[in-house]
């Protein structure tokens, strides 16, 4: 039964690790790719091929097929691009949100109950919302207040 179990767990832990480097090439290649394809060169590129692709029509007589090739070849480079660009706006998100959390941690008098604001139901976070709009407006009133008097007492 014990060796049975320690098996078990191994097969768990060769899982865990495929699939931990799974996502770690995913992720390294999903940072290069977006690095690459977002640079003026790939977006020159593309114009290019749009291009070539324009400057073949008379040739082919704009053919159902030719028109098919231009189709097929941006709706496979989108669908892919959809998956290299929610994964770079996840882990930047994620980033920022920790970067976030520290700073509201760190700072002294700040709301700790501000940190993982993400996990809040929409309801929630409706009200907070609520409550800095709320202060802003309470924060525009005492400054016009505090303006009005300066101007006076400047005059």
């Not at 029509?57 to 704009?62: D, K, N």
């Not at 998956?83 to 998100?93: C, G, S, V, Y």
């Amino acid at each position: 039964m014990a060796n049975h179990a320690s098996t078990k767990e191994l097969n768990n832990q060769q899982k865990r690790d495929f699939f931990c480097i799974v996502r770690d090439a995913f992720r390294c290649f999903a940072q290069r790719s977006s690095s690459i394809l977002g640079s003026a060169w790939s977006f020159c590129g593309a114009v290019l091929i749009i291009v070539v692709w324009l400057v073949t029509g008379p040739t082919f007589h704009f053919s159902d097929t030719w028109q098919l090739i231009i189709n097929t070849a941006t709706t496979v480079v989108t669908f892919l691009m959809v998956f290299l660009i929610q994964n770079t706006q996840n882990r930047d998100a994620k980033a920022m949100h920790l970067k976030l959390d520290e700073l509201i941690r760190a700072v002294k008098g700040a709301r700790n109950q501000l940190v993982d604001l993400e996990n809040l139901s929409d309801d929630e976070l409706k009200k907070l919302e609520e409550q800095f709009q709320r202060l802003r407006k309470e924060a525009e009133k005492s400054r016009a207040h505090s303006d009005n008097g300066h101007l006076a007492k400047s005059r």
